[in-house]
């Protein structure tokens, strides 16, 4: 069964980067479409960015648009997060997720916001921003 595993994560100041990965076990339909998502303390746990296969984003939330790039690494097992011109509201522990089937772009992108459409999670990781 598929396993994914952050890292990346860490302490920065405002206005600086991080760049966020997720190994996956391996590459398969069920894997197709991934997300990145966080958890603040005292919040629920929100959807940040996802992805579909090879054909790309499908989905960023509204307030990370423009600052965070999720992409796809060439040997298929890597999800990466790039996050630029972090602020103090971008503290959080980030998770990576396999969504559930059925498996599409529409559904990769247009159900990205439920946690309850993924079905396999990484352990997390802490970025901190202050």
């Known amino acids: 069964h598929v396993q994914l595993v952050e890292s990346g994560g860490g302490s920065v100041q405002p206005g600086g980067s991080l760049r966020l990965s997720c190994a996956v076990s391996?590459?398969?339909?069920?894997?197709?479409?991934m997300g990145w998502f966080r958890q603040a303390p005292g919040k629920e746990r929100e959807a940040v960015a996802t992805?579909?296969?090879?054909?790309?984003?499908?989905y960023y939330a509204d307030s990370i648009k423009g600052r965070f790039t999720i992409s796809r690494g060439s040997d298929l097992n890597t999800v990466t997060l790039q996050m630029n011109n972090l602020g103090p509201e971008d503290t959080a522990t980030y998770y990576c997720?396999?969504?559930?089937?059925?498996?599409?772009?529409?559904?990769?992108?247009?159900?990205?916001?439920?946690?309850?459409?993924?079905?396999?999670w990484g352990q997390g990781t802490q970025v901190t921003v202050s």
């Open positions: 992805l579909y296969a090879t054909v790309g984003p499908a």
């Open positions: 391996k590459y398969t339909i069920g894997t197709y479409c």
């Open positions: 997720a396999a969504m559930t089937p059925p498996f599409s772009y529409a559904r990769c992108k247009g159900d990205a916001e439920n946690p309850a459409n993924f079905r396999v």
